[in-house]
């Protein structure tokens, strides 16, 4: 049986190993558009802020181990642009060479993730987003050089990377829609959030 997956990280590379726990003689390929394919979310704000040094600590597979351990064949940079049904085909482009290229496959799997939201409002095209290892380094460099920030959403990895930018030294207003930060917490414990970020100096709108 020849399987296709389409995406890595945590949904595409925890299906390849239970598939390869179910069956030791199909072949499958995963293709995943970023140029990791399995990494630590959790991380990157703290890669941001230079409390994790190496960038090596975030990645928690490589293609090259994963196919060493499962062997599943991990393709990144490598993004699926359209599918078959009819006979059983997806066309593939390589992002590094520019090739497309079909892959026929039995059995086709989608776990493209989500692209994070970003308002509809003017120069939000200049603003950077954190979901993958790539936005990690280019927050990471601009960072260096900036001296204030503004985090826009007072969820788990917005006030990580408030957190981070702060540590860094920059001047940091963290702005949340909803009256308080972490809306799944109650609102008393939620203040004590509040007086924490203010503590370390974090503005919160």
């Not at 393709?75 to 049904?85: L, N, Y």
């Not at 039995?106 to 095209?125: F, N």
Request: aromatic fraction near 6%.
């Amino acid at each position: 049986m020849k399987v296709i997956i389409v995406g890595g990280v945590a949904g595409g590379a925890s299906c390849a190993a239970r598939i390869r726990r179910l069956d030791e003689q199909a072949e499958i390929t995963v293709f995943e558009r970023s140029g990791y394919v399995s990494y630590a979310n959790c991380g990157l704000p703290y890669y941001i802020g230079g409390v994790i040094t190496d960038q090596a600590e975030l990645t928690l597979q490589t293609p090259e181990s994963f196919w060493q351990r499962f062997r599943v064949d991990m393709r990144v940079r490598h993004e699926v642009i359209a599918i078959h049904p009819e006979r059983k085909a997806v066309s593939v482009r390589n992002l590094s060479t520019g090739e497309t290229f079909e892959e026929s496959y039995d059995k086709l799997l989608l776990s493209p993730g989500a692209k994070p939201t970003q308002p509809e409002l003017p120069g939000v095209g200049q603003v950077f987003t954190l979901r993958t290892v790539e936005d990690a380094l280019r927050l990471r460099e601009a960072a260096l050089e900036a001296k204030t920030a503004v985090v826009v959403g007072g969820g788990f990895i917005g006030l990580e990377t408030a957190e981070n930018l702060a540590e860094a030294g920059l001047s940091v207003t963290l702005v949340e829609k909803l009256p308080q930060v972490m809306p799944p917490l109650d609102g008393d414990m939620a203040v004590l959030l509040k007086t924490e970020l203010e503590k370390h100096g974090i503005t919160l709108r």
